[in-house]
């Protein structure tokens, strides 16, 4: 029974990759510059895919019932394969997850120096595997999956980096948590990180029980990559203007005066956006850090500097402060109010969002906190 699951599982997944690999190959070819990234990521991935389907291809023609026999130079081949591919395949997903955050080019210098070590280790592994002798065999794995492992711990570190500049870049644009759809990719790294880790455990304890698990999981994480992808377009217009001109963690005041001074006019920027909290403009559903560079007069790099640097906070969480404060005064004013319309004056978009948000500035329930002030 494992063993005819065992086949299926190879057969199902070799099916699935080669479908997805054509169509990433074939469809939704959009030639915007804006779209080179993911023009990019999808011949990846349809690389990646179709080394997929090809390994699970030779397996299924190659696979014999006889029990593995762990001393063999063919396992030993085995091993050393599996590692290459899922070496390779961790620099390919942790790349095209970095190319779908950002619609810039990827910087040259640090991608060349991921591919030559990337190129590197999968010469040392087959130079390994034929120089060396069956009983350093498991010594030359053992030390390729340390360095595996701290491979998948550098990608680890180099995604989060960019997730985060990802989140603070569309929460210095939009007023809502815009960034939550996107949050598949991290899905997607998170995925692609426990299966390399998996790969690294049927390295060492190979068995027809986990490699059809391992078969499995990896249909499943194929089958939600290659749909998210595919629908990527539709979702590429929320994080086009925003990361356009990505802001960096940390800008210093003396640039933040040079933008002033260089790119926007004079303007008096308290008092400016004290005129626009005044009007109550930050209760406007959907506003953007461009609504409110407009009113301004300025550019919208220079005000997230400005937020950044001076309040020490992005325009998300500005705007979610001002309605918060505003939601008090509400309820203050009008105690019989209902919290549908409530979140809808202040412009959330759903109930829930504004219950998440007052709870996360004020620590209880805005229902909570009225009987609260009522109380008193």
Request: charged share 15%.
């Amino acid at each position: 029974m494992i063993t005819i699951l065992y086949y299926y599982s190879l057969v199902a997944l070799c099916i699935a990759t080669s479908i997805l690999g054509l169509l990433f190959l074939t469809q939704f070819n959009e030639n915007r510059e804006a779209m080179r990234n993911y023009r990019i990521a999808k011949r990846l991935l349809a690389i990646a895919f179709f080394i997929v389907a090809i390994g699970n291809l030779v397996e299924l023609f190659g696979h014999t019932n006889k029990p593995i026999d762990m001393t063999s130079q063919g396992f030993f081949l085995s091993q050393i394969i599996t590692l290459s591919i899922s070496v390779t395949q961790a620099f390919i997903f942790t790349l095209v997850c970095v190319m779908l955050l950002d619609p810039k080019n990827i910087q040259s210098k640090q991608l060349k120096r991921q591919i030559i070590a990337i190129v590197l280790y999968v010469a040392v592994a087959v130079v390994s595997y034929i120089l060396l002798p069956i009983s350093a065999a498991k010594i030359s794995i053992f030390l390729l999956s340390i360095i595996y492992c701290i491979v998948l711990v550098y990608f680890t570190v180099f995604f989060i980096h960019r997730y985060r500049s990802f989140r603070r870049a569309m929460d210095n644009f939009y007023s809502d948590d815009i960034a939550t759809r996107m949050r598949w990719i991290a899905v997607v790294f998170y995925a692609a990180l426990v299966i390399g880790i998996f790969s690294l455990v049927i390295i060492q304890h190979s068995n027809f029980e986990m490699s059809v698990v391992f078969n499995f999981t990896l249909l499943c994480f194929y089958t939600f990559f290659g749909v998210k992808l595919l629908n990527y377009p539709w979702q590429f217009e929320i994080i086009e203007t925003p990361m356009a001109e990505e802001i960096s963690d940390e800008i210093p005041n003396t640039k933040i005066e040079a933008i002033n001074n260089k790119k926007t006019p004079h303007i008096n920027v308290n008092t400016s956006i004290e005129l626009w909290i005044a009007k109550k403009h930050f209760l406007k559903s959907g506003i953007t850090i461009d609504d409110l560079a407009k009113f301004l007069g300025t550019n919208r790099t220079y005000l997230s500097s400005y937020l950044n640097s001076e309040k020490n906070t992005t325009f998300r969480q500005w705007i979610n402060l001002l309605r918060i404060e505003e939601a008090k005064r509400i309820i203050s004013d009008n105690p019989k109010i209902t919290m549908t319309e409530l979140a809808t004056r202040l412009g959330y978009a759903d109930t829930s969002t504004f219950f998440r948000q007052f709870k996360a500035k004020e620590g209880v329930q805005p229902s909570v906190w009225e009987q609260e002030y009522l109380s008193v």
